[in-house]
């Protein structure tokens, strides 16, 4: 099995959360990392780490060219969130040019990260990775599905290696959604939520994550395959709330705001763009409130992989980083 010391290798999106994890990781581990930035000012920390800046830019097949040369695996973590145009160029466009360049500089593995919005929100019980992808108006979701679509037709053509892991929502130190702001709502008493909180809650730490996308540009068992990365068995937004709540001294007492929820949800898809994520809250309020695991059956069975990161210690290790942030006393 290839070690990735013996390979130079390209992170997109190392100046974001996930990408600045698995950069750090890496660089721990001795490999030789180099990185996408398209402003020098945000390259500063990992540079000083070790790794080489390239400036490039996913809409710019020349500069994908250029910046893959020479690298044996490339980890695409990059990812645009704004206007539903901008998302099409970056998310779906970008990772073909990526993809192609990939493919043309001889790059043997290709690890691109997805996320668990590529499922249909309807979904519910146990979902597994062959199960249908999102038809739904969510313009991230549908960016995403068309970003796999891409890598794999690019796959086809140029017979490019690749592996695709969809993670669900990942937590941990320098999260501002899954560990700031629901730290924030679970040190409130009480603690408002969308429901009871007895819905199934997808979160995985970056640890995990990092990991599994390190054991996926290695192992040969994850060449051209599709992996979920999320809890298996999911716990309750109960349980993540109150293990937040927990680190603040403090015991949650959940108060349900589903009907103010489900009319206000109700009222914004009747108003909102046709490709918005108006259109489907509904839907996801009702994904939020089901019972739904997305299985690691597959990883288990070909990879021999599994997250390794309790809820109770993920939410330990968040205890430094909320401390040093000032919101955890």
Same mark, same amino acid.
């Given at each position: 099995m290839m070690m990735l010391k013996d390979a130079q290798v390209l992170i997109t999106g190392a100046t974001g959360f996930l990408g600045g994890a698995l950069a750090r990781r890496l660089l721990h581990d001795g490999v030789k990392v180099r990185f996408i930035a398209r402003t020098p000012e945000k390259a500063t920390a990992l540079r000083d780490l070790g790794a080489q800046v390239v400036q490039a830019d996913l809409t710019d097949p020349a500069s994908l060219r250029a910046a893959v040369q020479g690298c044996g695996v490339v980890f695409h973590v990059a990812v645009d969130y704004t206007s539903y145009a901008k998302q099409l160029r970056v998310n779906v466009d970008g990772t073909r040019y990526l993809a192609q360049a990939s493919a043309e500089a001889g790059v043997t593995r290709f690890v691109h990260v997805s996320t668990l919005a590529v499922y249909n929100n309807l979904m519910r019980g146990d979902v597994y990775e062959d199960y249908p992808l999102a038809s739904s108006a969510y313009p991230y979701a549908l960016s995403k599905v068309e970003g796999e679509r891409a890598l794999q037709d690019v796959s086809a053509l140029y017979r490019l290696d690749y592996t695709i892991i969809r993670p669900g929502m990942i937590y941990g130190e320098g999260s501002l959604t899954w560990t700031d702001l629901l730290f924030n709502t679970a040190r409130r008493t009480p603690t408002f939520w969308l429901n009871d909180g007895n819905g199934s809650a997808h979160l995985i730490h970056v640890d995990d994550v990092v990991d599994l996308?390190?054991?996926?540009?290695?192992? !040969?068992?994850?060449?051209?395959?599709?992996?979920?990365?999320?809890p298996d068995p999911a716990p309750t937004w109960r349980a993540v709330l109150s293990a937040y709540a927990h680190l603040d001294g403090?015991?949650?007492?959940?108060? &349900?705001? &589903?009907? /103010?929820? $489900?009319?206000?949800?109700?009222?914004?898809?009747?108003?909102? =763009? =046709?490709?918005?994520?108006?259109?489907? /809250?509904?839907?996801?309020?009702?994904?939020?409130? &089901?019972?739904?695991?997305?299985?690691?059956?597959?990883? $288990?069975?070909?990879?021999?992989?599994? !997250? $390794?990161?309790?809820?109770?210690?993920?939410?330990?290790?968040?205890? =430094?980083?909320? $401390?040093?942030?000032? /919101?955890?006393?």
């Open positions: 996308m390190v054991t996926c540009a290695l192992h !040969p068992a994850a060449v051209n395959q599709i992996f979920n990365c999320a403090k015991q949650a007492q959940i108060m &349900s705001l &589903s009907a /103010l929820m $489900r009319a206000a949800a109700g009222m914004a898809m009747l108003a909102a =763009p =046709p490709i918005s994520m108006g259109r489907d /809250l509904p839907d996801l309020l009702d994904l939020i409130s &089901s019972q739904t695991t997305y299985k690691m059956d597959k990883a $288990r069975r070909l990879l021999g992989w599994s !997250p $390794r990161v309790t809820l109770p210690d993920g939410i330990h290790r968040c205890a =430094p980083y909320l $401390r040093a942030k000032g /919101l955890l006393r």
